[in-house]
C-alpha cells in the first residue's frame, strides 16, 4: 500500500489545475502588452506605464486564486481601470507634467533686454569702425557723448564750422550704415 500523501499527490497532479506560479507567468505573458496599452489609454504618463503595469500584475498575483470564472481579460482591464483611477488621482501626478520634449526655457525680460543692447552695441561698433578718426571723434564726443559742440571743436583741435561738417558727414554714413543693416533683414520689427 501506497501512503496516502502519495496517492493524493499523484491525484492532483493528474486532475488540478497548473500551479499558481506557471498559471501567472501564463497570463502575465498573454496579456502584459494588453495592460501596457490599456494604460497608456487610460492615462498613465508614458514614463510611468512600466510601474503601474507591474502594479496591476501584483494585485493579479494575488488575487488569482479569487477568479472565479469569466473573461481573464474582463477581469484584468477591471483591475488596470482602478490602478490607473488611483494613479491619476496621486498628488505627484497632478503637480508633475512631463513632456516627451523639453519646454522651451523662458528668458527674462532683464537678460532679452541684455542681449539686445549688446547686439545693438556690436552693430554701431561695427558702424564706426568704418567711419574716418576725424569723423568719428566728433560724432561720438557729440552723440554718444553728448557734449556741446564747441568742447567737441575744441577737443578734437578744429574751427566750430569744421566740427559740424565732420558730424553731418558722420550722420549720414551711420543712417546709410543703418540702412543696409535693415535692408539685410537685421531689423526684425
Known amino acids: 500500500m501506497s501512503p ?4 493524493t499527490r499523484d491525484v492532483l497532479l493528474v486532475t488540478s489545475e497548473p500551479p499558481a506560479a506557471t498559471r501567472f507567468a501564463d497570463l502575465y505573458v498573454e496579456h502584459a502588452s494588453f495592460v ?7 492615462g498613465v504618463r508614458a514614463a510611468d506605464v512600466e510601474d ?3 502594479e496591476v500584475f501584483l494585485v493579479v498575483h494575488a488575487k488569482l486564486a479569487e477568479f472565479r470564472g469569466g473573461s481573464m481579460r474582463a477581469w484584468i482591464f477591471a ?10 488621482k496621486r498628488a505627484f501626478v497632478r503637480r508633475e507634467a512631463v513632456g ?5 526655457a523662458s528668458v527674462p525680460e532683464a537678460q532679452t533686454a541684455t542681449v539686445a543692447r549688446a547686439q545693438a552695441l556690436a552693430l554701431l561698433d561695427a558702424i564706426l569702425a568704418g567711419l574716418d578718426d576725424d569723423k568719428r571723434a566728433v560724432f561720438l564726443l557729440f552723440e554718444l557723448e553728448q557734449m556741446p559742440m564747441q568742447e567737441v571743436a575744441a577737443a578734437v583741435g578744429c574751427p566750430l564750422q569744421t566740427a559740424y561738417t565732420r558730424l553731418h558727414a558722420a550722420r549720414e554714413q551711420v543712417n546709410a550704415a543703418i540702412g543696409r543693416w535693415k535692408k539685410r533683414g537685421g531689423a526684425r520689427s
Open 4 to 7: 496516502p500523501d502519495a496517492i
Open 36 to 42: 501596457w496599452r490599456t494604460m497608456r489609454r487610460l
Open 52 to 54: 503601474t503595469c507591474q
Open 79 to 88: 483591475i488596470a481601470a482602478r490602478v490607473a483611477s488611483d494613479y491619476r
Open 100 to 104: 516627451e520634449e523639453l519646454p522651451e
